[in-house]
């Protein structure tokens, strides 16, 4: 679910000390079949119909249903012919029944309804006209009457009619279609805020897996992009299906490449994507969205086949889908891209945990798309990976396997899956499950290297002592792998030997990516892993310690190390360590290693080049401007405007003429523009709504930067979170963080109290948190948070 955007974590802590548990809330019924029938008035930007829910009573004597329904007209409430007496506060609809429930009566309730251009659960876009839903995370209630809950699951049907030459798509299968009039119908039990309707004037692009229909909805013109985007699919659904031992367990698969679509979205059998996600043959070169693709895949095993039960079991989805589209791509692109993602994962995880630590499964949260952060998505992944290793392979698989049968259209928590590994593995994993899942915080390791009288002697200490870890920790000595224990704070290993090792690694198979490993070691031990070491990480590791020498010979080894690499991650990051490096040779190294072949590791020599102002940079970022990458130009304006060369506005007035997917190059020409100018003035033509999302989005990230310190930017972003673009409206509401203007605080608070809009209430909320912290004089360090990846 909008893994794009993931990063709320900022200041503050998660959740204030005196936040309250969350428990699911008491009910007296269970959903078991939800009807809608629907009219779509895209011009009066109107949705209209009834909803009619069949029930069955939990208990005896109820006389009242309660259904969460936001923002909505109620036309009246039905059972059968008898109307019966409700009361609707704007948020909850209270019906009266004509007489009382019975424990296991099955009731059907019509709800006459309709909602115009709502903030939120609906979304109508003008250009393309278009119509789409949203229901995580508590939103499925502001489009149709519903208990919004993650627990609440039954089957579902929706009948729907728009205006001629559009079409619909929902869950399940198509039952028929007549004209515009479309009925969907969905046969296996999902939660509600899996819901999904889609209206665009969409192509079909068919294909099949196993005999399940697959299929690619987008604008039309856009089908080359769409089989470009989503083209693996059928292969992901083999691969997933294989390695769970589940077979995909839907009538049919679809995606729907929605017009400003914040991210991704797993409902049932109809995934709504990004139409950013659609690109072209130029961008191809560098540019997919497999991982996206992937991520919302696994959800149709992992969040809505088996799904959390509330939103303090999050992770249940979201760790599990991360994870997954891990190894999908280890399994397209091999073990190094596997390792670097996980990296990636882990990186992002120790960003936010420098502003607050949560347990990744917890009770107190305040609003509920702020358990969304990269504690439940990144840090989640890299649990799972010690987790299946931990297992072994086998068992692992054996696990997952009886998990997803024993919980199937059912809802989870967490001590479901421990049971389940132990009922399948006899591995009981509470203890571990206590270490990762229920507690916060990492591992953080210093290790000390030393060769003593034919002894290498490794000293691990954990530095906090306070929260230690049992880790199954790997050491690898030359090619011999050893696995020890480390579960005390200090513990001294000593492997005797004939001579002195050349390479000293831990946890070198990556079983562990949430830690952190202060080394001790000599440096020439540091110059022999940059080149020898099997694993990615630890050349990576290495090229950041060598790097830290600063020397020119140290630049030297870099360069070799570049240039006989093979992978491109680590290509990348060699790169990135001579531009923190600094000196006139690293500048020079640099220069020399963009012409490397690999477009992505070329993007990051010449992001490295950023760093320095010197007019060698803006000669080079000149060629680079007719790279075939779209990626290595929008860089080389970046870098080139950083350089400070009078000249770069030049090269930016020629970039600005490039037309490029997603206005990738115009994007990059507006952050140039703010380095070369400085000026509010100079991006405030950008942030109006004429300009592309892209180019806008860029204008709205300047802001903290142009006009920190000045009302008019704080008031040009309250303006712009009420702009007609989620994308727009969350990242300026990211941006207030970073402005750091108290003057903002009461609007926020406004949002919190009055907005439908789930994403907009936890953004604010945490935003509020974020600027009184500001004002205690403890200013924090926002992290961006933003729908691009």
């Given at each position: 679910?909008?893994?794009?955007?993931?990063?709320?974590?900022?200041?503050?802590?998660?959740?204030?000390?005196?936040?309250?548990?969350?428990?699911?809330?008491?009910?007296?019924?269970?959903?078991?079949?939800?009807?809608?029938?629907l009219?779509?008035?895209?011009?009066?930007?109107?949705?209209?119909?009834?909803?009619?829910?069949?029930?069955?009573?939990?208990?005896?004597?109820?006389?009242?249903?309660?259904?969460?329904?936001?923002?909505?007209?109620?036309?009246?409430?039905?059972?059968?012919?008898?109307?019966?007496?409700?009361?609707?506060d704007?948020?909850?609809?209270?019906?009266?029944?004509?007489?009382?429930?019975?424990?296991?009566?099955?009731?059907?309730?019509?709800?006459?309804?309709?909602?115009?251009?709502?903030?939120?659960?609906?979304?109508?876009?003008?250009?393309?006209?278009?119509?789409?839903?949203?229901?995580?995370?508590?939103?499925?209630?502001?489009?149709?009457?519903?208990?919004?809950?993650?627990?609440?699951?039954?089957?579902t049907?929706?009948?729907?009619?728009?205006?001629?030459?559009?079409?619909?798509?929902?869950?399940?299968?198509?039952?028929?279609?007549?004209?515009?009039?479309?009925?969907?119908?969905?046969?296996?039990?999902?939660?509600?805020?899996?819901?999904?309707?889609?209206?665009?004037?969409?192509?079909?692009?068919?294909?099949?897996?196993?005999?399940?229909?697959?299929?690619?909805?987008?604008?039309?013109?856009?089908?080359g992009?769409?089989?470009?985007?989503?083209?693996?699919?059928?292969?992901?659904?083999?691969?997933?299906?294989?390695?769970?031992?589940?077979?995909?367990?839907?009538?049919k698969?679809?995606?729907?490449?929605?017009?400003?679509?914040?991210?991704?979205?797993?409902?049932?059998?109809?995934?709504?994507?990004?139409?950013?996600?659609?690109?072209?043959?130029?961008?191809?070169?560098?540019?997919?969205?497999?991982?996206?693709?992937?991520?919302?895949?696994?959800?149709?095993?992992?969040?809505?086949?088996?799904?959390?039960?509330?939103?303090?079991?999050?992770?249940?989805?979201?760790?599990?889908?991360?994870?997954?589209?891990l190894?999908?791509?280890?399994?397209?692109?091999?073990?190094?891209e596997?390792?670097?993602?996980?990296?990636?994962?882990?990186?992002?995880?120790?960003?936010?945990?420098?502003?607050?630590?949560?347990?990744?499964?917890?009770?107190?949260?305040?609003?509920?798309?702020?358990?969304?952060?990269?504690?439940?998505?990144?840090?989640?992944?890299?649990?799972?990976?010690?987790?299946?290793?931990?297992?072994?392979?086998?068992?692992?698989?054996?696990?997952?396997?009886h998990?997803?049968?024993?919980?199937?259209?059912?809802?989870?928590?967490?001590?479901?899956?421990?049971?389940?590994?132990?009922?399948?593995?006899?591995?009981?994993?509470?203890?571990?499950?206590?270490?990762?899942i229920?507690?916060?915080?990492?591992?953080?390791?210093?290790?000390?290297?030393?060769?003593?009288?034919?002894?290498?002697?490794?000293?691990?200490?954990?530095?906090?002592?306070?929260?230690?870890?049992?880790?199954?920790?790997?050491?690898?000595l030359?090619?011999?792998?050893?696995?020890?224990?480390?579960?005390?704070?200090?513990?001294?290993?000593?492997?005797r030997?004939k001579?002195?090792?050349?390479?000293?690694?831990?946890?070198?198979?990556?079983?562990?990516?949430?830690?952190?490993?202060?080394?001790?070691?000599?440096?020439?031990?540091?110059?022999?892993?940059?080149?020898?070491d099997?694993?990615?990480?630890?050349?990576?590791?290495?090229a950041?310690?060598?790097?830290?020498?600063?020397?020119s010979?140290?630049?030297?080894?870099?360069?070799?190390?570049?240039?006989?690499?093979?992978?491109?991650?680590?290509?990348a990051?060699?790169?990135?360590?001579?531009?923190?490096?600094?000196?006139?040779?690293?500048?020079?190294?640099?220069?020399?290693?963009?012409s490397?072949?690999?477009?992505?590791?070329?993007?990051?020599?010449?992001?490295?080049?950023?760093?320095?102002?010197?007019?060698?940079?803006?000669?080079?970022?000149?060629?680079?401007?007719?790279?075939?990458?779209?990626?290595?130009?929008?860089?080389?304006?970046?870098?080139?405007?950083?350089?400070?060369?009078?000249?770069?506005?030049?090269?930016?007035?020629?970039?600005?003429?490039?037309?490029?997917?997603?206005?990738?190059?115009?994007?990059?020409?507006?952050?140039?523009?703010?380095?070369?100018?400085?000026?509010?003035?100079?991006?405030?033509?950008?942030?109006?709504?004429?300009?592309?999302?892209?180019?806008?989005?860029?204008?709205?990230?300047?802001?903290?930067?142009?006009?920190?310190?000045?009302?008019?930017?704080?008031?040009?972003?309250?303006?712009?979170?009420?702009?007609?673009?989620?994308?727009?409206?969350?990242?300026?509401?990211?941006?207030?963080?970073?402005?750091?203007?108290?003057?903002?605080?009461?609007?926020?608070?406004?949002l919190?109290?009055?907005?439908?809009?789930?994403?907009?209430?936890?953004?604010?909320?945490?935003?509020?948190r974020?600027?009184?912290?500001?004002?205690?004089?403890?200013?924090?360090?926002?992290?961006?948070?933003?729908?691009?990846?």
């Amino acid at each position: 679910m909008f893994e794009d955007l993931r990063c709320l974590g900022m200041g503050p802590a998660f959740a204030p000390s005196d936040t309250k548990s969350r428990f699911l809330p008491d009910t007296s019924f269970d959903t078991e079949h939800v009807r809608l029938e629907l009219n779509v008035d895209l011009r009066r930007k109107e949705l209209s119909g009834a909803c009619h829910t069949t029930l069955v009573a939990l208990r005896s004597g109820a006389r009242t249903l309660s259904f969460d329904a936001v923002a909505m007209r109620i036309g009246g409430v039905r059972e059968g012919t008898r109307p019966l007496r409700f009361r609707h506060d704007g948020k909850v609809l209270e019906v009266k029944l004509a007489r009382p429930l019975a424990a296991g009566e099955r009731r059907t309730v019509e709800i006459r309804y309709g909602t115009r251009d709502p903030e939120a659960g609906v979304r109508f876009i003008d250009d393309p006209p278009q119509m789409w839903t949203q229901g995580q995370t508590d939103d499925a209630r502001c489009w149709f009457p519903c208990r919004d809950v993650p627990a609440e699951k039954a089957t579902t049907e929706i009948r729907v009619t728009v205006p001629p030459g559009f079409r619909a798509v929902s869950n399940g299968i198509l039952v028929k279609q007549e004209g515009n009039s479309f009925h969907w119908k969905m046969d296996v039990p999902h939660s509600l805020y899996l819901v999904t309707l889609t209206v665009g004037r969409f192509s079909e692009i068919r294909e099949e897996w196993d005999g399940i229909p697959v299929t690619y909805y987008c604008e039309q013109g856009r089908e080359g992009d769409a089989r470009r985007a989503f083209g693996k699919t059928p292969r992901m659904m083999d691969f997933f299906s294989k390695k769970t031992g589940v077979r995909y367990p839907y009538a049919k698969y679809a995606q729907i490449a929605a017009a400003d679509f914040p991210g991704g979205m797993e409902n049932t059998s109809a995934t709504t994507q990004t139409d950013v996600a659609l690109y072209d043959a130029e961008a191809a070169i560098d540019t997919d969205f497999d991982g996206l693709v992937a991520h919302e895949l696994a959800h149709q095993w992992f969040g809505d086949l088996v799904t959390c039960a509330d939103w303090s079991h999050a992770w249940l989805n979201e760790s599990f889908a991360t994870y997954f589209d891990l190894l999908w791509a280890e399994f397209d692109l091999g073990r190094d891209e596997f390792w670097y993602k996980l990296s990636k994962e882990a990186a992002g995880y120790f960003d936010e945990s420098s502003d607050y630590q949560r347990p990744t499964a917890t009770r107190k949260w305040r609003e509920s798309f702020q358990l969304f952060d990269r504690h439940l998505y990144d840090r989640g992944a890299c649990v799972l990976r010690f987790f299946h290793q931990r297992l072994g392979d086998d068992a692992w698989w054996r696990g997952i396997r009886h998990y997803l049968e024993k919980h199937r259209t059912r809802e989870v928590e967490t001590p479901d899956l421990i049971q389940a590994l132990r009922e399948a593995t006899g591995m009981n994993l509470e203890s571990a499950f206590d270490e990762w899942i229920y507690r916060p915080g990492h591992p953080d390791l210093h290790a000390h290297y030393s060769w003593d009288r034919g002894a290498v002697r490794l000293w691990v200490v954990q530095k906090d002592e306070k929260n230690l870890y049992t880790l199954p920790l790997g050491v690898r000595l030359d090619d011999e792998v050893y696995t020890t224990e480390v579960k005390n704070r200090e513990h001294v290993f000593t492997f005797r030997r004939k001579g002195p090792p050349r390479l000293v690694t831990l946890d070198p198979e990556y079983h562990i990516p949430v830690k952190k490993v202060e080394w001790v070691k000599p440096p020439e031990m540091w110059d022999h892993q940059l080149n020898q070491d099997p694993s990615p990480i630890g050349r990576i590791d290495a090229a950041q310690a060598v790097a830290a020498r600063g020397t020119s010979t140290a630049v030297a080894l870099l360069e070799r190390s570049f240039l006989r690499e093979k992978f491109w991650g680590v290509r990348a990051e060699i790169a990135r360590a001579l531009g923190r490096v600094g000196t006139d040779a690293a500048l020079e190294a640099l220069n020399r290693l963009t012409s490397t072949s690999h477009p992505k590791a070329r993007r990051a020599a010449v992001e490295a080049l950023g760093e320095f102002r010197d007019a060698r940079v803006l000669r080079r970022m000149e060629a680079l401007l007719r790279d075939p990458s779209i990626h290595v130009r929008s860089e080389a304006v970046r870098t080139a405007a950083r350089s400070g060369h009078p000249g770069a506005r030049k090269l930016v007035e020629r970039a600005w003429k490039m037309d490029s997917w997603n206005d990738t190059i115009r994007a990059a020409c507006v952050d140039a523009v703010a380095s070369l100018d400085g000026r509010l003035e100079a991006i405030r033509p950008y942030l109006k709504p004429g300009q592309s999302r892209s180019v806008r989005l860029a204008a709205v990230r300047q802001l903290p930067r142009l006009a920190k310190g000045r009302p008019e930017g704080t008031r040009l972003l309250l303006d712009l979170v009420q702009d007609r673009s989620e994308w727009v409206q969350i990242t300026a509401l990211s941006m207030l963080g970073k402005m750091g203007d108290p003057m903002a605080v009461k609007e926020l608070q406004r949002l919190v109290k009055e907005d439908v809009n789930s994403r907009i209430r936890s953004i604010s909320d945490r935003m509020v948190r974020v600027l009184r912290l500001g004002m205690n004089g403890d200013a924090p360090k926002p992290t961006v948070v933003s729908p691009n990846r």
